[in-house]
């Protein structure tokens, strides 16, 4: 009979990779306050190498915070005896998301609410929403569902003009847009079908972790390596996976490279799931074998992702608003002025890199206190933080 270990304790790879991730995650929102441009990170016709990897490299973030949502939804249901308790939890636990999403997030971005952001926790929550039903049906539909999502959403054709009559079509499916709700904008930057067939793979894999830790690695970088491949392949054949083919770009071989990586985020494509899943598979694995003062640092954000998310946006922003009032004599949040910012302000990434470590540092005692109270206290709301 094949052995499994017990799903009744964290498993600290999975809480270091998290917390890797919240950690990259902060550089990008960063970069949006203190050190936004009037153009995308990753226009190649613009951009700098610096800069678009400094974007770059926060895609990673998303994918493989819902993935491992996904893993963390299956551990938590060998946890629990009755389904309907799992599936009830993960119903309640996604409209928190969305409405703190809508309600707190959104406000805490702009101070306001001029503008209604339907982001990453949105999306998250109603994964969750999805999940709660989808955890009822068996394991072949569900390999099925999410082959079939995660391949073939590419082929769906986008929304150009959202109305009313077909906002919920977009909704599920669509690349960003707005959606004027009276007098209202709402920004709908995640759409759902395509991350629920991520967070649907994280659950389906979770099985995983429950193995002899031998075979348990092997599937890691066996799964890792051909998603990678299958990036690889795909790119090269330049035909189906991402809705931008990569060209020759005329500022040079270093620029075309960038163009072959520059894949898709929203709606997250068929290659850009492959090679940010296949990523974090990888780090799966080396984090179950390698351990030490800087994963432990990682860890402690990973165990309290959601408190670190709440955190961080009040705190960037009211340090941005302090540095541009002392800077430019007039607190402006640069994410959401540009082009129109104050006189004399000019990007600046290392700007952007020394908010950032300041950012995470400073959250640093707040997220292990927070951790350790959610593991002293056994209070149910602390299970929908």
């Known amino acids: 009979m094949e052995k499994t270990l017990s799903a009744t304790h964290r498993i600290p790879s999975i809480d270091i990779l998290r917390g890797l991730i919240m950690v990259v995650m902060a550089l990008d ?18 951009t700098s190498v610096p800069l678009f990897f400094t974007r770059w490299i926060t895609h990673f973030c998303a994918p493989t915070f819902v993935f491992l949502s996904g893993i963390s939804i299956f551990l938590f249901q060998q946890r629990r005896s009755i389904r309907g308790e799992v599936s009830l939890f993960l119903l309640t636990r996604g409209l928190w998301l969305v ?35 989808l955890i009822w049906l068996p394991r072949w539909l569900l390999i ?20 009313p009559q077909n906002a919920l079509a977009a909704v599920l499916h669509n ?27 994280g659950y389906l894999i979770g099985s995983w972790f429950l193995y002899e830790p031998a075979r348990r690695d092997k599937l890691l970088v066996t799964a890792g390596i051909a998603l990678l491949v299958l990036f690889v392949v795909l790119r090269g054949i330049n035909l ?75 705190l960037m922003n009211i340090s941005a608003l302090l540095w541009t009032y002392l800077a430019f004599g007039k607190p402006s949040n640069l994410s959401f002025m540009m082009p129109e910012c104050p006189a004399g302000y000019h990007p600046n990434l ?21 951790g350790r ?13």
């Not at 929102?29 to 613009?46: M, N």
């Not at 959606?179 to 967070?199: E, H, S």
């Not at 931008?244 to 997250?268: C, D, E, H, M």
């Open 240 to 314: 189906y996976g991402d809705p931008v083919r990569w060209s020759i770009q005329s500022r040079g071989a270093g620029y075309t490279v960038l163009s072959f990586i520059n894949v898709s985020k929203y709606p997250p494509s068929l290659l850009f799931i492959s090679l940010t899943v296949g990523v974090g598979l990888l780090l799966l694995y080396v984090f179950n074998h390698w351990t030490n003062r800087i994963t432990s640092f990682f860890q402690v954000y990973g165990q309290v992702p959601f408190f670190y998310y709440l955190l961080h946006l009040p």
């Open 29 to 46: 929102h960063v970069r949006d306050f203190f050190s936004a441009t009037p153009f995308r990170p990753e226009d190649l016709t613009q």
């Open 144 to 163: 099925t569902l999410a082959v079939v999502i995660i391949g073939g959403h590419n082929a769906v054709p986008d929304i150009t003009t959202v109305t």
């Open 99 to 133: 409405v703190l999403e809508v309600v707190v997030i959104t406000f805490f971005v702009q101070f306001g609410y001029q503008l209604i952001l339907l982001t990453v926790f949105w999306v998250i929550g109603w994964s969750m929403v999805f999940m709660a039903a």
């Open 350 to 370: 290392l700007r952007a890199y020394l908010a950032w470590v300041l950012v995470v540092a400073v959250l640093y005692f707040p997220c292990r206190w927070f």
């Open 373 to 385: 109270y959610r593991k002293e206290n056994g209070y149910w709301w602390l299970s929908y933080m």
């Open 175 to 201: 690349t960003p847009f707005v959606l004027q709700l009276g007098k209202q904008p709402v920004l709908v930057a995640y759409t759902i079908f395509p991350w629920v067939g991520v967070m649907l793979a």
